[in-house]
């Protein structure tokens, strides 16, 4: 039976075509238990609604994103309780709150975001985590990130996963091209994967990059980029990578190497965030900005078809561990208890 709750969430993820973030609050929204559905609340329409057909939508126009969550979202009051996808709540908020923490970048890293990203998170991340009732981590890595420079009771901390579900499944056979899915900013390493890339003897394979055009990075010749894929064509994207790359600097989760590890890819990816609590024994991991290391992966596994073969079985089995049912469940649990409090 689903619990009878109120859910109020905070929609502006939902609004950008989906990554990250997005990804995570509509593949929960989706699965929540609860009776009446969830409550989506933007500033503007979301036009990809798509897993949210069962959900109610409301839509108060503001100026953007930051103002209507801090002074038009806390006049939205018929729920009973508010859930924070993005970390952050609206201070003057009345009702009970929930927030996920992803991860914190934005104050680690400020030079990779843009200002209005900085803006949103930086000035009320410390009171919403003061405020809200219970707090989601993605991953224990950015649970004891809050714990150390925010003073958060470990107590108050629930680890709520991103995920996969059945939709990323291998398949396919092995192209001729290296992978990489992600917004393309300076975070996620692409300087060092182009770097490492254009240094591969030839012939090499293609390296196609898939996600939006971030900043600050500048894409040569010879490299395919797709902008923005729906999950059709980024499931085929992933099934037949000969190999599936991401070097992000840092990452709170990092959900494309779980996807890809599901799509049967063998992957390379850095040991950060949550990647070595799902990926470790199931991909090859280095150590962020090390340049020679990546090069001597790609180099590896590009030559070894035993290895590629062995990680993409691999891959597939670890990430049957981590499927978006459990973390919607998780949630569900979460939003209760924060509303009985």
């Given at each position: 039976?689903?619990y009878?709750l109120?859910?109020?969430i905070?929609g502006?993820?939902l609004?950008?075509p ?7 609050t509509a ?7 609860v009776s009446p ?6 500033h503007?329409e979301?036009?990809?609604r798509?897993g ?5 939508f ?6 953007n994103?930051i103002?209507?969550?801090q002074f ?9 309780v508010?859930?924070g996808?993005h970390?952050?709540m609206p201070?003057?908020?009345?009702l009970p709150?929930?927030v996920?923490l992803?991860?914190?970048s934005s ?13 949103s998170f930086d000035?009320?991340?410390?009171r919403?985590?003061?405020?809200a009732?219970?707090?989601?981590a ?9 714990v150390?420079?925010?003073g958060?009771?470990r107590?108050?901390?629930?680890i709520v ?14 192209g001729?091209?290296i992978?990489?899915?992600g917004t393309l900013e300076?975070r996620k390493g692409?300087?060092?994967l182009l770097a490492v890339w254009?240094s591969?003897?030839e ?10 055009a971030?900043w600050?990075v500048?894409?040569p010749?010879?490299?395919?980029v797709?902008g923005w ?6 499931r085929?994207l992933?099934?037949s990578?000969r190999?599936?790359?991401y070097?992000s600097?840092y990452e709170?989760?990092g959900i494309p190497?779980?996807e890809?590890m599901a799509?049967g890819?063998?992957v ?6 949550a990647?070595p609590?799902?990926a470790?024994g199931a991909?090859l991991?280095?150590e962020?900005g090390?340049?020679?290391?990546l090069?001597?992966a790609?180099?590896?596994l ?15 089995e670890?990430?049957?561990?981590f ?5 919607a469940?998780l949630m ?5 208890e924060?509303a009985?409090?």
């Amino acid at each position: 039976m689903p619990y009878e709750l109120r859910v109020l969430i905070d929609g502006r993820p939902l609004v950008p075509p989906r990554s990250g973030i997005g990804v995570h609050t509509a593949e929960i929204a989706r699965r929540l238990d609860v009776s009446p559905p969830p409550l989506i609340a933007s500033h503007t329409e979301i036009v990809n609604r798509e897993g949210l057909e069962h959900c109610r939508f409301r839509v108060d126009r503001a100026p953007n994103g930051i103002l209507w969550q801090q002074f038009v979202l806390p006049r939205i009051t018929d729920a009973d309780v508010l859930w924070g996808p993005h970390g952050t709540m609206p201070v003057a908020s009345g009702l009970p709150c929930v927030v996920t923490l992803h991860d914190f970048s934005s104050i680690t890293m400020p030079g990779a975001h843009l200002f209005r990203t900085i803006v949103s998170f930086d000035l009320f991340i410390t009171r919403s985590l003061d405020r809200a009732r219970r707090i989601a981590a993605v991953s224990r890595a950015i649970a004891e990130e809050a714990v150390r420079w925010f003073g958060v009771r470990r107590s108050a901390i629930e680890i709520v996963p991103n995920g996969v579900d059945e939709f990323f499944a291998p398949g396919g056979s092995e192209g001729d091209y290296i992978l990489f899915v992600g917004t393309l900013e300076p975070r996620k390493g692409i300087d060092d994967l182009l770097a490492v890339w254009g240094s591969l003897p030839e012939p090499r394979p293609r390296l196609i990059l898939c996600g939006d055009a971030g900043w600050r990075v500048r894409v040569p010749r010879g490299v395919e980029v797709t902008g923005w894929v729906d999950r059709q064509r980024l499931r085929s994207l992933y099934q037949s990578a000969r190999a599936f790359v991401y070097p992000s600097r840092y990452e709170g989760f990092g959900i494309p190497p779980l996807e890809a590890m599901a799509c049967g890819a063998p992957v390379i990816a850095t040991r950060t965030g949550a990647i070595p609590e799902y990926a470790e024994g199931a991909a090859l991991l280095i150590e962020p900005g090390d340049r020679n290391a990546l090069r001597d992966a790609l180099v590896r596994l590009l030559r070894d078809e035993p290895l590629r073969r062995d990680l993409r079985c691999r891959g597939a089995e670890r990430a049957k561990q981590f499927r978006w049912d459990r973390s919607a469940r998780l949630m569900t649990e979460l939003l209760a208890e924060a509303a009985r409090k």
